[in-house]
């Protein structure tokens, strides 16, 4: 599985942002889709997933204010990004694998990450 990300770039606090991520190849439809991010001297840190029957967790950091999504049609994961704050300027990875204990702890394969940067 190969998943490509894209979406990322400058925004202003309070802006909008929507990431995409297109998994190709060996693709298994049953499995969940997500997000990760990791900022400057930071841990990478869990967003959001979705799993195949659209089943979804956000981190609590972001509930209410991010929004996952997929199109399985299109093998496409996608995370609307609303009321951005600086604190959340991060690399966001992209990922794909199984839910263990309902969470996407431990992806098989990750994209190759994008940048979001907030300006306050």
């Known amino acids: 599985v190969q998943l490509q990300a894209s979406g990322g770039g400058l925004v202003q606090a309070g802006g909008s942002l929507r990431l995409s991520c297109v998994a190709s190849g060996r693709t298994a439809n049953r499995y969940a889709m997500g997000w990760f991010r990791q900022a400057p001297g930071k841990e990478r840190e869990f967003v959001a997933h979705?799993?195949?029957?659209?089943?979804?967790l956000y981190s609590t950091s972001v509930k209410g204010r991010f929004t996952i999504s997929r199109d399985n049609a299109k093998n496409t994961a996608y995370l609307q990004m609303n009321s951005l704050k600086p604190e959340d300027t991060a690399v966001y990875y992209c990922?794909?694998?199984?839910?263990?204990?309902?969470?996407?702890?431990?992806?098989?394969?990750w994209g190759q990450g994008t940048l979001v940067t907030v300006s306050s």
């Open positions: 979705i799993s195949w029957n659209g089943g979804i």
């Open positions: 990922a794909h694998g199984p839910l263990r204990a309902g969470v996407l702890s431990s992806p098989n394969y």
